[in-house]
């Protein structure tokens, strides 16, 4: 008589955030609403903190916490993801949700070469929080880029994440003079070139994903335009993950 072997499935617990109502019909039926009443400049990022702190991660063995936006940039369900990590037999330590599609954008890069990217101060604020941190220099680290906090990880993985990078870097941006100052300088992110029929990068990012306008900035941040904090925020995983020898795979 032949037997089958029973694939392996594990408790993966997904937070969503969302921040409005209207923001409910966009939200995934096998993941976890979270509604976050005030965002701050960290954005998300303080949910993580929260998250951690309550322990939310615990009885799960994949963990993570994603956007409202989630199903829209990546075009996959809760259960699709689900059935890709069961398929994968769980080999990773983390998943992320770029696919084939995005291979080429994936691919091993160093992290100085990221962090320079689009914003201006995103290199001398990255350096400076891992340096102080790790005493590395990220120009010798290569890594997996990850993108929008899309990812989940082993909970062991998600939480020592958050407690050794994630609130370490939080609190240098918070309490270091010159990653503070370097942090409130504007990211310009609404504030690109004009493109094709006349509008600027930053007004069809508002139209197409929800990026928050001049005056929106104003009521989150206090400021009229995006700081530096979330898009550092954004870049720590990679370099976490590669520092710590975490394998990480996109699905």
Known sequence: MTTFAKKKTLNVRVRQIYFKS????????????????????????????????????????YYGVLSWK?????????????????????SSDVYSFFGKESKQMMESTKMNTFFDRHHPNLNK????????????????????????????????????????????????MEHDREIRDLCW???????????????????????SFNVLSP??????????????HPFILERLPSIYFALKGYSLKHI
């Open 125 to 172: 604020i990255g350096q400076s929080i891992v340096s102080k941190l790790f005493k590395a220099d990220i120009s010798d680290i290569k890594a997996e880029r990850i993108y929008y906090n899309h990812w989940i990880a082993k909970s062991s993985v998600w939480a020592s994440y958050v407690e050794e990078m994630l609130i370490p870097a939080m609190l240098l």
């Open 215 to 228: 005056a929106k900035c104003l009521d989150v941040f206090g400021v009229e335009y995006y700081p530096h």
């Open 70 to 90: 989630f199903n829209q940039k990546h075009k996959m369900t809760g259960e699709k993801l689900r059935s890709l990590m069961e398929k994968d037999e769980y």
């Open 22 to 61: 209207l923001h409910l019909g966009f939200l995934d039926s096998s993941f976890v609403p979270y509604k976050n009443e005030g965002a701050s400049h960290f954005l998300e990022n303080e949910v993580y903190k929260k998250m951690f702190q309550e322990y939310d991660y615990n009885n799960s063995d």
């Open 185 to 207: 300088e504007d990211a310009e992110y609404n504030t690109s070139p004009l493109i094709s029929n006349g509008q600027t990068v930053g007004q069809v990012l508002q139209e």
